[in-house]
């Protein structure tokens, strides 16, 4: 007897390409954050893109990350406060490697999945890109409100899939 293979056993699309970016962060040599992305048109995959360092130069597993100290507007209860944060900026983000490696035409009325909420600079870019939609998991506070009001400008459908959980070999503790 062959087992029945249930519907609802089967993955979503939305999981499904989830999925595949968390396995895509898996390559990231920076130890602060895993980011992978993948570009979907019409559930076919045309490019996928994690952060790293240009090609031929040394990354964070090797030299150790670059890091920069920011100042950043946190929001703590109902008052405003200045923060010093620290950043590693020696890679180029996910999202902007998946602008580099895709054709423009490939992107018009595509759907990004993202394993991060993008940043303002990436989300700035996406909204140039032609993608007509946007798919996180992973929320990132900073600028948060800027990037989902850049969104809704632009009427790029941003959505945040609360619920995914990533496969365990790809989760990480990331550093905010
Ligand atoms: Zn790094
Ligand atoms: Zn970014």
Partial sequence: MTEEF??????????YFMDIAYMVSTRSR????HV??????????????????PMGVADCSEDGCMIVEELEMTQVGDTERMVKKQRCIRTIHAEQNLLLFTDRIDREG????VTDQPCWTCAN????????????????????DKVISLMRLKG????????YEPPAQA?????S
């Fill in 6 to 15: 249930q519907d609802s056993d089967r993955k979503d699309w939305d999981t």
């Fill in 30 to 33: 920076c130890p602060r954050r």
């Fill in 36 to 53: 992978g992305t993948v570009l979907v048109q019409g559930k076919k995959l045309l490019g996928t893109a994690y952060n790293g360092a």
């Fill in 110 to 113: 595509s759907t990004v999945y």
């Fill in 125 to 144: 870019m996406l909204a140039n890109s032609g993608v007509r939609e946007i798919v996180y998991h992973r929320a990132y506070a900073k600028d948060s």
């Fill in 156 to 163: 790029i459908v941003f959505r945040n899939l609360a619920h």
């Fill in 171 to 175: 989760g990480m503790n990331v550093i």
